[in-house]
């Protein structure tokens, strides 16, 4: 199971807020539209392979990768623990009033990290020693995240508008068809997943099926009552079961969950009007796990499991890694040996979390889900000097390594720098928290 939705966590993959502005082709977006199976840049650059497939060698000469000049890799430094292997300031600088959604995928052999604004989806790839490998930008709604082994799944739209779902490898350069499904021209996609046998994609307009080749509107699938769910709406996260699709949103204090089959026939479904508090849902976001979803929101931390038959199990809040308490922190959820493991900015080891002035690390937090208040174990990822009441809206993402031996993670600083780390967990601390 792979999901990708905007800002994106992931729920196998995650990529999280929505973004409902409408966005211009990039210069460098990938033209879909070759009929070939294939993809290249759309401005002259070349298709390599000669099957559909990436040309998967690294961006360099022949004395070997070279690194993209935009960004640095950065070895350890005062400011991170023994878990991170290798940092890389990248390109992208956070500005005051403008919010950053970084997101983070990864491949057996790759990592992509990706910064959605208004008008692209930038996207840059690395080895798992920080080798820059590739970078490219897609309209703002495109969706891009893990598939199989060493493939990335892209969904955005082809030159003649309609949805193209191509598999692409590390470089970027290159990719295979794998269907395409119509699109009308004012509708944006919000997230994606890969079923079994289907793509499906959730657009502020309709619920395609690239199995059918093409969408239905939200009235027709949920009901006229809600034509508008998607346009109003955010998305926190999406799971997969067979060929049905567990779906969380909501707004403000409202968590809407429907299950529904790739031919977008509704199986269950379920309203809570008041399940988020007076912080609302800002900030809430969900991964699938348990057979179903795992959600966290509010502050404290609170997890809440989501299953396909729509029952929702109140597992706890962390009181440990506390947050300054007027913002709902960003929490980068990812499933690593089988545990959840969520990664935010706290004041811990701190405990006061009601002054504005105190700075926030960003911590991991291995997460026993029958004893969620402390965790299992903590991670100290990097000293980021952010505090007060910008702490909701400093993006943190993560993504887990398929086989399991750590993962990358993204985040800001007072500086509004933007860093991709390569880490584990070999310098977590146990507390006590569970098995």
């Known amino acids: 199971m792979r999901a990708m939705l905007h800002r994106s966590s992931r729920a196998s993959w995650i990529l999280w807020p929505l973004l409902l502005i409408p966005a211009a082709c990039s210069k460098r977006n990938l033209d879909l539209g070759d009929g070939t199976g294939r993809i290249g840049p759309s401005d002259g650059g070349p298709v390599t392979g000669t099957d559909g497939g990436p040309s998967d060698g690294p961006v360099g000469t022949a004395d070997g990768p070279t690194l993209l000049p935009d960004a640095r890799i950065m070895r350890l430094d005062a400011t991170e623990s023994g878990c991170v292997a290798a940092a890389i300031l990248l390109p992208w600088t956070q500005t005051s009033g403008v919010a950053m959604h970084l997101s983070v995928a990864a491949s057996s052999d790759a990592i992509a990290v990706m910064n959605r604004t208004s008008t692209q989806l930038d996207v840059r790839t690395f080895a798992r020693d920080g080798t820059a490998l590739g970078s490219f930008q897609f309209e703002s709604d495109a969706q891009f995240g893990a598939y199989h082994d060493d493939r990335f799944l892209l969904v955005a739209r082809g030159t003649t508008g309609d949805f193209a779902a191509t598999s692409v490898g590390r470089t970027l350069m290159g990719g295979t068809r794998l269907g395409t499904a119509t699109a009308t021209i004012s509708e ?19 619920f395609v099926s690239f199995a059918a080749g093409g969408g239905q509107p939200w009235s027709g699938v949920l009901g006229t009552a809600d034509k508008d769910a998607f346009k109003t ?13 567990l779906i969380a949103w909501g707004t403000s204090t409202a968590l809407r969950l429907a299950v529904l089959s790739n031919g977008g026939k509704v199986a269950a479904r379920a309203d809570d009007g008041s399940f988020f508090g007076f912080l609302g849902s800002q900030n809430a976001s969900a991964i699938a796990y348990g ?11 609170r997890l809440t499991q989501i299953g396909f038959d729509l029952s929702r199990q109140s597992l706890g809040q962390n009181t440990q890694l506390r947050t300054f308490y007027r913002a709902t922190a960003q929490v980068a959820a990812i499933t690593l040996q089988n545990r959840p493991v969520g990664f935010w900015l706290t004041v811990f080891p701190a405990t006061d979390a009601s002054q504005g002035v105190t700075t926030h690390q960003l911590y991991g937090c291995a997460l026993d889900p029958a004893n969620p208040a402390t965790c299992v174990s903590t991670s100290l990822i990097a000293a980021t000097g952010l505090g007060g009441y910008g702490v909701g809206g400093d993006p943190v993402a993560a993504a887990a390594l398929p086989d399991g031996s750590g993962f990358a993670i993204a985040h800001t600083d007072v500086y509004g720098q933007s860093w991709l780390r390569m880490a584990d967990l070999s310098c977590a601390v146990p507390s006590g928290g569970g098995p």
């Open 233 to 245: 709406g955010r998305l926190y996260g999406l799971a997969t079961q067979s060929n049905d699709v």
């Open 291 to 301: 057979g179903g979803l795992l959600l966290f929101d509010s502050n404290p931390v």
């Open 188 to 206: 944006h996609i919000l997230g994606a997943i890969a079923l079994p046998t289907d793509v499906v994609v959730l657009t502020d307009e309709n």
